[in-house]
C-alpha cells in the first residue's frame, strides 16, 4: 500500500507541475496581447518550485494593476535567468515604466536593475530582494518573522507529539542558496532552534539548501539525510510546503512515521499534508496585500509621488526603502482561516481521500 501512495503522490505531484507550466504559457501570451507596451512589467520566476507565482501571485497582481488602473505585462522565466532577462528587455522595448522583479538569482536580477535605470525605468523588488540592485522599493513579507513562525512550529510539533523533552534530532532543509529570501527564513528558524542545540535540548541533524528550490532534488537531500542518520530524524525545518512534501514522501516511502515538519505559501497540498498530519504547519503570506502594495507602488512611481513604506531594509551598504508585511502561521487547529478569508476555495483542500479530514 505505501508503494502506491507514493507513486500517486508523484502522478498528482507530475500533474499540478504540468498545470501550473499551461497556465504560465496562456497568462503570459494572454496578457501580452492584450498590453503589449504595458506601463508595468511583471517578472516571475518560474512555475515549479511554488504553485504559488502561477496559482496566487500572477491573479493577484492582475487584479490589483487592473483595478490601479494601468497596463501591464506578465512573465514567468520557467527558472530560466537568462530568458527573464530577455523578457525584461523586451518589456522594456515595449515602453515598460516600472520593472516589477521576482529574483532568480542576485547577479542577473541586478543587471536586469541596472539596465532598466539606465533607461530611465525603476524597479520593485517583488517578494526577494536583490542584493547589490538598484531598486526604488522592497515590497515583501517579513522574511525572518516567517522563520521564527518555521522555527516555533517545529518547537510546538515536538511538544504536542511528546518529543520534546527526548533530545529529538532536528534537520533543516533550506530553500534555494541563489535566494536570499532562503537566508531570512533560515535565520528566523535558527533563532529559535540553535538555543535549544546550544543547551541540548535539541540535536542539531543535517542542515542542507537545495538548489533552486528544487523539490525533487530535496526529496533526494532528505533521502540522503536519512540514510546519514539512520532513519534517526525526529523534525525538520522545511523552508516550504514543496520541500516539506518531498520531505513527507521521503518518510512515506521509507515506511516512517509522521514527524514535524515546517512549511509555507499556504498552498493546498500543504494544508491537505496538515490536516492529515504529515505536516505540522505553513506560513500564510496573503499575496492579495502583497500584490496590492506593489500595484500601488508601481503607480507611484509611474506619477512621480512619494513611495508608501513601512521603513528601510539593508542592502548592502544602502538602505532600501521598503513594505514589509507580517506572515501568519496557520496549524490544524486554526487552518480553515484560509478559505473563510477567500484565499482559498476548501474544495482545493478537501478534496479526493482528504474528504474525510474536513468534516
Not at 512589467?41 to 491573479?59: K, N, Q
Not at 532598466?116 to 542584493?131: F, L, M, N, T
Not at 530524524?233 to 510546503?241: F, S
Given at each position: 500500500m505505501k508503494k502506491v501512495f507514493r507513486t500517486s503522490t508523484l502522478l498528482i505531484v507530475a500533474g499540478v507541475v504540468v498545470l501550473a507550466a499551461m497556465a504560465v504559457a496562456v497568462a503570459t501570451a494572454?496578457?501580452?496581447?492584450?498590453?503589449?507596451?504595458g506601463d508595468v512589467c511583471v517578472l516571475f520566476p518560474d512555475p515549479a518550485t511554488s504553485i504559488r507565482w502561477v496559482h496566487y501571485d500572477a491573479p493577484a497582481m492582475t487584479a490589483a494593476?487592473?483595478?490601479?488602473g494601468v497596463t501591464y505585462q506578465i512573465y514567468n522565466a520557467g527558472g530560466d535567468a537568462q530568458k527573464q532577462k530577455a523578457q525584461a528587455d523586451q518589456c522594456l522595448g515595449n515602453g515598460a515604466k516600472v520593472l516589477v522583479e521576482v529574483a532568480i538569482d542576485a547577479g542577473s536580477a541586478a543587471a536586469i536593475e541596472q539596465t532598466a535605470k539606465a533607461k530611465g525605468v525603476p524597479?520593485?523588488?517583488y517578494d526577494r530582494q536583490v542584493k547589490g540592485g538598484v531598486a526604488s522599493i522592497y515590497v515583501s513579507f517579513d522574511g525572518g518573522a516567517v522563520g521564527v513562525l518555521q522555527g516555533k512550529g517545529v518547537v510546538n510539533g515536538l511538544k504536542a507529539n511528546g518529543n520534546y523533552s527526548k533530545h529529538p534530532v532536528v534537520a533543516q532543509v533550506n530553500g534555494g542558496s541563489t535566494d536570499a529570501n532562503s537566508f531570512l527564513f533560515k535565520a528566523g528558524y535558527d533563532s529559535i532552534l540553535n538555543p535549544l542545540f546550544k543547551n541540548g535540548t535539541f540535536k542539531k541533524g543535517p542542515d542542507q539548501f537545495v538548489p533552486g528550490w528544487d523539490n525533487q532534488k530535496g526529496g533526494v537531500i532528505f533521502d540522503q539525510m536519512l540514510v546519514k542518520t539512520g532513519n534517526k530524524i525526529d523534525a525538520v525545518a522545511a523552508a516550504n510546503d514543496g520541500l516539506a512534501g518531498a520531505v513527507i514522501a521521503s518518510l512515506q516511502k521509507h515506511g516512517l512515521k509522521p514527524i514535524p515538519v515546517s512549511g509555507q505559501d499556504a498552498t493546498p497540498q500543504g494544508f491537505q499534508n496538515i490536516i492529515s498530519g504529515w505536516q505540522t504547519m505553513t506560513v500564510w503570506k496573503d499575496t492579495r496585500v502583497?500584490?496590492?502594495?506593489?500595484?500601488?507602488?508601481?503607480?507611484q512611481l509611474i506619477k512621480g509621488q512619494k513611495l508608501t513604506t513601512?521603513?528601510?531594509?539593508?542592502?548592502?551598504s544602502k538602505k532600501e526603502p521598503a513594505f514589509i508585511i507580517a506572515p501568519v502561521a496557520l496549524y490544524k487547529s486554526n487552518w480553515t482561516k484560509i478559505y473563510t478569508s477567500g484565499f482559498l476555495k476548501k474544495s482545493d483542500i478537501c478534496t479526493g481521500t482528504y474528504k474525510k479530514y474536513c468534516k
Amino acid at each position: 500500500m505505501k508503494k502506491v501512495f507514493r507513486t500517486s503522490t508523484l502522478l498528482i505531484v507530475a500533474g499540478v507541475v504540468v498545470l501550473a507550466a499551461m497556465a504560465v504559457a496562456v497568462a503570459t501570451a494572454s496578457s501580452s496581447k492584450k498590453a503589449a507596451g504595458g506601463d508595468v512589467c511583471v517578472l516571475f520566476p518560474d512555475p515549479a518550485t511554488s504553485i504559488r507565482w502561477v496559482h496566487y501571485d500572477a491573479p493577484a497582481m492582475t487584479a490589483a494593476l487592473k483595478a490601479a488602473g494601468v497596463t501591464y505585462q506578465i512573465y514567468n522565466a520557467g527558472g530560466d535567468a537568462q530568458k527573464q532577462k530577455a523578457q525584461a528587455d523586451q518589456c522594456l522595448g515595449n515602453g515598460a515604466k516600472v520593472l516589477v522583479e521576482v529574483a532568480i538569482d542576485a547577479g542577473s536580477a541586478a543587471a536586469i536593475e541596472q539596465t532598466a535605470k539606465a533607461k530611465g525605468v525603476p524597479s520593485i523588488d517583488y517578494d526577494r530582494q536583490v542584493k547589490g540592485g538598484v531598486a526604488s522599493i522592497y515590497v515583501s513579507f517579513d522574511g525572518g518573522a516567517v522563520g521564527v513562525l518555521q522555527g516555533k512550529g517545529v518547537v510546538n510539533g515536538l511538544k504536542a507529539n511528546g518529543n520534546y523533552s527526548k533530545h529529538p534530532v532536528v534537520a533543516q532543509v533550506n530553500g534555494g542558496s541563489t535566494d536570499a529570501n532562503s537566508f531570512l527564513f533560515k535565520a528566523g528558524y535558527d533563532s529559535i532552534l540553535n538555543p535549544l542545540f546550544k543547551n541540548g535540548t535539541f540535536k542539531k541533524g543535517p542542515d542542507q539548501f537545495v538548489p533552486g528550490w528544487d523539490n525533487q532534488k530535496g526529496g533526494v537531500i532528505f533521502d540522503q539525510m536519512l540514510v546519514k542518520t539512520g532513519n534517526k530524524i525526529d523534525a525538520v525545518a522545511a523552508a516550504n510546503d514543496g520541500l516539506a512534501g518531498a520531505v513527507i514522501a521521503s518518510l512515506q516511502k521509507h515506511g516512517l512515521k509522521p514527524i514535524p515538519v515546517s512549511g509555507q505559501d499556504a498552498t493546498p497540498q500543504g494544508f491537505q499534508n496538515i490536516i492529515s498530519g504529515w505536516q505540522t504547519m505553513t506560513v500564510w503570506k496573503d499575496t492579495r496585500v502583497l500584490a496590492k502594495a506593489a500595484a500601488k507602488a508601481a503607480v507611484q512611481l509611474i506619477k512621480g509621488q512619494k513611495l508608501t513604506t513601512t521603513g528601510t531594509v539593508p542592502n548592502g551598504s544602502k538602505k532600501e526603502p521598503a513594505f514589509i508585511i507580517a506572515p501568519v502561521a496557520l496549524y490544524k487547529s486554526n487552518w480553515t482561516k484560509i478559505y473563510t478569508s477567500g484565499f482559498l476555495k476548501k474544495s482545493d483542500i478537501c478534496t479526493g481521500t482528504y474528504k474525510k479530514y474536513c468534516k
